[in-house]
């Protein structure tokens, strides 16, 4: 009995060291990890990372309402070339794209049977001619009754009259270039039978100009008069090349409103147009109208838009540190598309955050990248990191 009792002491005695021993342990481990806690919350806060932003610098301008509409491109002397008379086609001198010189035989139809005609009639003009001279020169004013003399002279006319006939009808069948031009397409071919006003093809000037007729609402233009500027947006073509949006004049206002649309056609002229510019190609025209409106200019990627209306974020100075700062703004217009319209909200002369303002939020600490003027944004890619102010 002795020896059993000795036996499950030592058992109850082993595990209580056991116990004991991962309770140290345990006690140990979770002291460690309170120690790591306290020197954790005692450490100071991690230094805040910039925002790597562009901006730009509002500017105060004034500036007037703007309307676009689409112009249609004209050449100032363009037509549809078609016969006259009917006829075969004896001869094209002509070649798709060329330009011809005014005057220059286009389509020869056949004039074989006027010709024939043109040369008798030639033969009796020249008999009627001769005939009248004989009377004419005769002495005696008796010789001859008056009612031959009349008849000679009738006779005359009439042959005259067959003579400028036939040349028109054989003029009618030559076709001319009317002014220097380009040719269009045709399908013509020799032996061509053409019926009366048959197309041929078209002829567009190469006048060094084109105009573009466009259409406003009469009270805008009202607001226009002769030589009034007006711009052109011609897309996204290369500076190198020609510029985007070129100032052109008004040359011409209708007198009189559409019946139906209640709008009245304008005429403006571009000298010297881009080589890509043709005939019947679609422009969008800017128009300026009404009194000058003070507004301040900022670079449209500076807009953010939300439910509950549009905002910029400033870069102000706080503490030291340049931070932004959120702002609601009333946009009162787009400018040229590049660029936005603050009527309210925003001075001239505050710092904007023109490029990643998607990154930013209302305080953040910002690394900024002065524009040279509204609306240039530089490319952030190679913005040197090392540049980048630290956290105060």
Known sequence: ???????????????????????????????????????????????????????????????????????????????????????????????????????????????????????????????????VNRIRSIASPNAISAQEKERAEANLSRAEAEVDRLSVMIDRKT?????????????????????????????????????????????????????????????????????????VPVVALDGRADAISRTMLVRARIDNPPATMRPNDSVRVVVEYGDLISAVAVPATAVRSAPTGRSVFLAVEREGALRAEVRNVVVIGTGDGTRAWIGAGLAGGEQVVAEGSFKVRDGALLAPVALDRVGSTPSLDHLDQSSLPESP
């Open 1 to 131: 009995m002795k020896w059993q009792w000795l036996n499950a002491a030592s058992w109850w005695l082993g595990g209580l060291l056991i116990i004991g021993a991962t309770v140290a342990v345990l006690a140990a481990i979770g002291l460690a990890k309170y120690r790591q806690i306290q020197t954790a919350m005692a450490a100071p806060p991690p230094p805040e990372a910039p925002v790597a932003v562009g901006l730009a610098t509002a500017e105060a301008i004034k500036f007037r309402q703007t309307s676009v509409v689409v112009g249609t491109v004209l050449a100032p002397r363009f037509i549809q070339l078609r016969t006259e008379l009917p006829g075969i086609v004896t001869a094209v001198s002509m070649e798709p794209g060329q330009v011809v010189p005014k005057d220059q035989v286009l389509v020869q139809l056949d004039v074989r049977s006027e010709a024939a005609e043109l040369k008798s009639a030639m033969a009796d003009l020249k008999f009627a001619e001769a005939e």
């Open 175 to 247: 076709i001319r270039a009317p002014f220097e031009a380009r040719v269009g397409l045709h399908q013509l071919h020799i032996g061509q039978y053409l019926e009366a006003g048959a197309p041929i093809t078209s002829l567009e000037g190469t006048d060094p100009f084109f105009e573009i007729d466009f259409s406003v609402p009469k009270h805008i233009a009202e607001s226009l008069k002769i030589g009034d500027r007006v711009r052109l947006n011609l897309g996204t073509n290369s500076a190198a090349v020609t510029p985007s949006v070129i100032e």
